[in-house]
T-cell receptor, first 115, second 112 residues
Framework: DARVTQTPRHKVTEMGQEVTMRCQPILGHNTVFWYRQTMMQGLELLAYFRNRAPLDDSGMPKDRFSAEMPDATLATLKIQPSEPRDSAVYFC?????????????FGNGTRLTVT | GDSVTQMEGPVTLSEEAFLTINCTYTATGYPSLFWYVQYPGEGLQLLLKATKADDKGSNKGFEATYRKETTSFHLEKGSVQVSDSAVYFCAPRSYNTDKLIFGTGTRLQVFP
């Protein structure tokens, strides 16, 4: 069964430190999404890529967050510097573009705690 | 823009009770509709989908029918189990976008 793989599963860091989260999309998928989940806001779309090109990052705080796809098998989400309000679960999802009948496939998330 | 409204949770039921979780949406064009489920500590998993009006998606005893006239996609199950306890998300996907738009999720708690 093909899966989206996210690392690390858990990350605890101090305020001001850099955090990097990684995602390996399902082989052959050409869209990648980053979502953040909190109790207060639910699931928020932070950024997404199609064919490795960033298409929408309007949900992302630009001053501290950055998202990249250095190659088709790796997507990264960085926070620098991190703040306590960034504590959340960050999910990566992948899928196919143009086939809107097909679902997105989610990883198990990175639980980030910033103290 | 596209949006989803789900019923507030938590929904608390006894085992074998009937479940309905309401979902209504606004979306451009003719969206595909999805229900996802999230078990504790895990990511979202596809539960079922429907891609055109009057289609019924079904999986694991859950069902939802695509109602274009009422822009609704309510989730139902005839007899819930303790193992169904999870958070359920309704999500439309419009034909002209790659994105899934999620509702706030509805937490289901089933007690023995």
């Amino acid at each position: 069964d093909a899966r989206v793989t996210q690392t690390p599963r858990h990350k605890v860091t101090e305020m001001g430190q850099e955090v990097t989260m990684r995602c390996q999309p399902i082989l052959g998928h050409n869209t990648v999404f980053w979502y953040r989940q909190t109790m207060m806001q639910g699931l928020e779309l932070l950024a997404y890529f199609r064919n490795r090109a960033p298409l929408d990052d309007s949900g992302m705080p630009k001053d501290r967050f950055s998202a990249e796809m250095p190659d088709a098998t790796l997507a990264t989400l960085k926070i620098q510097p991190s703040e306590p309000r960034d504590s959340a679960v960050y999910f990566c999802a992948s899928g196919y573009d143009r086939d809107y009948n097909s679902p997105l496939h989610f990883g198990n998330g990175t639980r980030l705690t910033v103290t | 823009g596209d949006s989803v409204t789900q019923m507030e949770g938590p929904v608390t039921l006894s085992e074998e009770a009937f479940l309905t979780i309401n979902c209504t949406y606004t979306a451009t064009g003719y969206p595909s509709l999805f229900w996802y489920v999230q078990y504790p500590g895990e990511g979202l998993q596809l539960l079922l989908k429907a891609t055109k009006a009057d289609d019924k998606g079904s999986n694991k005893g859950f069902e939802a029918t695509y109602r274009k006239e009422t822009t609704s996609f309510h989730l139902e199950k005839g007899s819930v189990q303790v193992s169904d306890s999870a958070v359920y998300f309704c999500a439309p996907r419009s034909y002209n976008t790659d994105k899934l738009i999620f509702g706030t999720g509805t937490r289901l708690q089933v007690f023995p």
